[in-house]
């Protein structure tokens, strides 16, 4: 099926179909804020990390300038995780149905959902990316002020210097594998997931598939096509 | 040395060989320091601030002759001092003029991410570029000797050169010239190491110190800076002088190992998705087009 053809039949759904709000403007934003101080911190980490990749310095303006940015867009990630840590904790919290989700999992990643059990607001495989960059984070962070004063790790205690590099070449590689997924599932994967994330809306009947416990509940005593769109 | 790309391999139209063949000798540069007879006057410290042009920093006095803790990213030469307590429980002065020991196999320039940041000439000396630096301090963890030192100012990390400059013109380096006591010297790798050997031996012969002998640690390839010690059994007691220094192992896996792990896993993870993407494609929901409400 082609994505134009995608797009006709959302807009059908827009027409026929009802529409739910599943991330509200300030969940945009936080999303947006993270993901462009996390990609900035990619292209300049990469930069660093690979003599063939040191190009990528430039498309920022060139390696001093990416050094200085770099920790400060790295803050400015943590903090925009952390935000969203209070705004989702409790919704990414591990749940009976991810238990039996994540079991069976080879199925949604096959495309068999009809074989799935249903899932809340966000499903086991989010979760587990939520998680994955949260506790990424938080080792970035400390891992990072490291790298950021190395000089004032004293000399006797130079095990931390060696720490701080190790922990955060390996923290920075699990959420460039986790960064790759959800971009992939976000974006190209999970039809419907990219448009959720800039306007705010989703079809019930996407609801309905992806997140069924969700669906029930943000529906219980009302009927959809009554649910006005939100934003 | 400059001279060294001038220096003529093959002659055209030349009756015998090229003019100075073989007359030149090793040109790895060293310098030598015997501690034997280091008097601390801190006379190259002084040499060094006014050859590269930095003016004298606040000092710290801590009950010693020691200028300052350590060296700086504006004091590239600093006499260590170190009030050592012989066996037989009386006292020596241990002096040991700390730099950078232009190590043949330098820990900055392996764990520096800055194209060119760093270099080692062919005749060993190993300097900062600070057009190229980033002022990522990479290079402070990657030093077995702690020399690497930032200036916040210009964010470039700054250390001793060998005065490349002077050497490069024929000269020696400025703290070799203001040694009053010839504690100091400057030639090749070869006559370096000869003359520190001859006055270990010499200390151990004719002076009864048994365990004199030459630092010029292995686990770094060799330094271009030797020196020649009192007990070469205890370097550590001369400022910190590391005993067996090496590239942290950790900095040779993530320059090494590390980069291959983590580029495979990276484009693994990119091939795995694009792989994924072309077996089961995307996941559609078939939206009604009946206006009931979205049942499937």
Redesign the interface.
Known sequence: ?SASH?IS??R??G????RILRYTLSERVHHWVAAFTYIYCLITGL?????YM?WL?ALVGG??T???WHPWFGLAFAVSVLWMYKMWHRDMNITDADRRWSKAMKYY???E?EELPPEGRFNYGQKLFFWVMFYGILLLLISGIG?WF??SIP?SL?WL??????VH?AAA?AT??AF??HV?MGT?????GFTSIIRGEV????????HRLWYDEVTKGR???TRSPER | MSQATLAIRRISGHAGPPPGEDVERDYQVCKLIDTTTCIGCKACEVACLEWNGYSFTDTVFDNSYQTMP?TAWNYWNLIKFNEHEREDGSITLLMRKDQCMHCADPGCLAAC???GAIVQYTNGIVDFQQQ???????C??GCPF?IP??NPAT?KMFKCTLCVDRVSEGLEPACIKSCPTGCLHFGSKEDMSYLAETRAKQLRENYGIEKAGVYDPAGVGGTGVIYVLHDVTNPEAYG?LPKDPHI?W??RF?KGP??WI??L??LG??LG?TL??LR???????????????Q?
């Open positions: 099926m995608v039949s959302e059908a759904a027409e026929g179909g009802g930069a660093f990390w690979s003599p040191y310095a390696g001093p990416a050094r200085f990643i096959k495309n959902d790298l190395v000089e000399w130079r210097r060696y720490l701080a590099v190790t070449v590689l460039i594998g790759i997924i992939y190209a994967m999970v039809r419907g079809s019930t009947a996407w609801a309905k598939t992806h009927s959809p096509e | 350590s991410p800055a194209d190229n630096c980033i002022g990522c301090g990479y402070v963890s702690d030192k930032f964010k910190g942290p950790v900095v993530w590390a980069k983590g580029n896993a990276m993870g990119i998705v994924h993407y089961f494609g995307p996941k559609q929901v078939h939206e009604p087009r009946d206006g009931n409400g979205g499937l």
